[in-house]
T-cell receptor, first 112, second 113 residues
Framework: GQQVMQIPQYQHVQEGEDFTTYCNSSTTLSNIQWYKQRPGGHPVFLIQLVKSGEVKKQKRLTFQFGEAKKNSSLHITATQTTDVGTYFCTNAGGTSYGKLTFGQGTILTVHP | DSGVTQTPKHLITATGQRVTLRCSPRSGDLSVYWYQQSLDQGLQFLIQYYNGEERAKGNILERFSAQQFPDLHSELNLSSLELGDSALYFC????????????FGAGSRLTVL
């Protein structure tokens, strides 16, 4: 199946600094989804990107889908301690069966 | 509360034993997905059911099996348990069978001693 790779695996930032995580695939993705998992919690859907070059914003979070639809990024401006958690990207499948393969995730730690 | 219910929340058992994890999807959702999350493996897709039928299979061991019942709840059976099976098992649901948004349950933490 399609594999998505995320970098970095870990990121430590001071509160107020920006943070970016990248998701890369060797094959073209039909669409991409981002999820956030708080420590001790379960993954929660953030956003889905479908179109080539698409950019979506949610408050301090900016999501981008690459022009070739092979990569995506999540950028957080001025991190807060509430941003702590693991951010996952996932291909939303190339088939009609919705086999979602998650990246390894980026674990974000925010130091106050 | 996500609407996806998983039981039990915690389970401790011994090697060689068999356990069953249960999942009730969000109301109206027809698909159920099972994922395994361990410290060094991230979120591993195990299997998907849609309206009672198996739709996609991932890295699910032969010792593991699952099914979805007519009322759409699902069970994941883990047998001949090994230490390495200790993990958090998530169930997620979605309305359709395709590339839908997943709603995850709180997970079942399995510890094999």
């Amino acid at each position: 199946g399609q594999q998505v790779m995320q970098i970095p695996q870990y990121q430590h930032v001071q509160e107020g600094e920006d943070f970016t995580t990248y998701c890369n695939s060797s094959t073209t993705l039909s669409n991409i989804q981002w999820y956030k998992q708080r420590p001790g919690g379960h993954p929660v859907f953030l956003i889905q990107l479908v179109k080539s070059g698409e950019v979506k914003k949610q408050k301090r979070l900016t999501f981008q889908f690459g022009e070739a639809k092979k990569n995506s990024s999540l950028h957080i401006t001025a991190t807060q301690t509430t941003d702590v958690g693991t951010y996952f990207c996932t291909n939303a499948g190339g088939t009609s069966y919705g086999k979602l393969t998650f990246g390894q995730g980026t674990i974000l730690t925010v130091h106050p | 509360d996500s609407g996806v219910t998983q039981t039990p929340k915690h389970l401790i058992t011994a090697t060689g034993q068999r356990v069953t994890l249960r999942c009730s999807p969000r109301s109206g959702d027809l698909s159920v997905y099972w994922y395994q999350q361990s410290l060094d493996q991230g979120l591993q897709f195990l299997i998907q059911y849609y309206n009672g039928e198996e739709r996609a299979k991932g890295n699910i061991l032969e010792r593991f099996s699952a099914q979805q019942f007519p009322d759409l709840h699902s069970e994941l059976n883990l047998s001949s348990l090994e230490l390495g099976d200790s993990a958090l098992y998530f169930c997620a649901s979605s309305h359709g069978s395709g590339a839908n948004v997943l709603t995850f349950g709180a997970g079942s933490r399995l510890t094999v001693l």
